[in-house]
């Protein structure tokens, strides 16, 4: 009888070792979310190799101002909105066009860092967004104002923008 095929996984030590990080920054992304992905087995953590890898190739950046400074991209601030879109998409695209949009919890505002980064949260998640009553701000038309999320059901709003 044999058992499903599981990776060898590494415990943090070498999970750091392999990242080229401190076991204090991972123990910190695990502590703060932004990290790879790891399982908790009892007392132990552990993280798959292929993890670690998926988990880099979202850290590639082109440019140190890329995300204003170096290191790690920020997190998108409201964890329901974020969930939904990893769970509607993948956590390669949060991080590339929700993590580094602005967020106004006041008014469930969105505002992208790029226009192209406005096209393709509204072309993937037009109604997510809806469902979640959120509106996308047009970062061509910052000044434009923005109204509230809209009802349940109905398109998400672009204020500014078309």
């Given at each position: 009888?044999?058992?499903?095929?599981?990776?060898?996984?590494?415990?943090?030590?070498?999970?750091?070792?392999?990242?080229?990080?401190?076991?204090?920054?991972?123990?910190?992304?695990?502590?703060?979310?932004?990290?790879?992905?790891?399982?908790?087995?009892?007392?132990?953590?552990?993280?798959?190799?292929?993890?670690l890898?998926?988990?880099?190739?979202?850290?590639?950046?082109?440019?140190?101002?890329?995300?204003?400074?170096?290191?790690?991209?920020?997190?998108f601030?409201?964890?329901?909105?974020?969930?939904?879109?990893?769970?509607?998409?993948?956590?390669?695209?949060?991080?590339?066009?929700?993590?580094?949009?602005?967020?106004?919890?006041?008014?469930?505002?969105?505002?992208?860092?790029?226009?192209?980064?406005?096209?393709?949260?509204?072309?993937?998640?037009?109604?997510?967004?809806?469902?979640?009553?959120?509106?996308?701000?047009?970062?061509?038309?910052?000044?434009?104002?923005?109204?509230?999320?809209?009802?349940?059901?109905?398109?998400?709003?672009?204020?500014?923008?078309?």
């Open positions: 009888m044999s058992g499903p095929n599981i990776p060898k996984l590494l415990n943090v030590n070498e999970a750091a070792e392999r990242l080229g990080v401190s076991v204090s920054y991972l123990n910190k992304l695990r502590l703060t979310g932004g990290g790879p992905p790891y399982a908790k087995l009892g007392a132990r953590v552990a993280y798959d190799q292929a993890d890898t998926a988990w880099v190739e979202t850290q590639k950046q082109r440019s140190t101002s890329e995300y204003g400074s170096p290191g790690p991209p920020p997190c601030p409201d964890a329901t909105v974020r969930t939904r879109i990893v769970a509607e998409r993948d956590q390669a695209f949060a991080v590339s066009y929700l993590d580094p949009s602005a967020w106004d919890p006041a008014t469930r505002t969105i505002t992208p860092r790029t226009s192209q980064a406005k096209t393709a949260l509204l072309r993937e998640l037009r109604t997510v967004f809806a469902d979640l009553g959120v509106t996308i701000i047009d970062p061509a038309r910052p000044d434009a104002s923005a109204t509230a999320g809209p009802p349940s059901g109905s398109p998400a709003p672009v204020a500014g923008g078309r």
